[in-house]
């Protein structure tokens, strides 16, 4: 079964690419989908494509997540190759999914109980 759901977000993860792309192309203050240059930003269930963001954060670290139920956009548009993590418990605990710098993601968030934005 963990094999099955790690293959199905791998397939939502790359269609999510194909559908929004990669990078902060597009808005001239590097803005992306509405998520700042510099910010993790999490849409709205089930908002497709992503427009606007219902969270942004900016700082370094675990930020604990609530209500948030069903698929959602997760888009990273930090710079200097920053990662946001998606964990399963909270304060960054168990982090299962990695999303690079300038990156995005469809995910379910009904498990992930945090959100780590991280510096190399």
């Not at 698929?71 to 299962?96: E, M």
Request: glycine letters at 12%.
């Amino acid at each position: 079964m963990r094999r099955t759901t790690r293959a199905l977000a791998t397939l939502t993860a790359a269609a999510a690419l194909t559908a929004v792309g990669t990078g902060s192309a597009g808005a001239a203050d590097g803005s992306w989908a509405g998520c700042p240059y510099g910010a993790v930003c999490i849409y709205p269930q089930d908002q497709n494509p992503a427009s606007s963001p219902s969270a942004v954060y900016w700082s370094y670290g675990a930020h604990n997540l609530s209500g948030q139920y069903g698929n959602h956009w997760v888009l990273n548009n930090q710079s200097a190759g920053a990662h946001a993590h998606l964990c399963q418990g909270y304060n960054g605990a168990n982090c299962v999914y990695d999303i690079p710098a300038q990156n995005g993601v469809y995910y379910n968030l009904g498990p992930i109980n945090s959100i780590t934005l991280d510096h190399p």
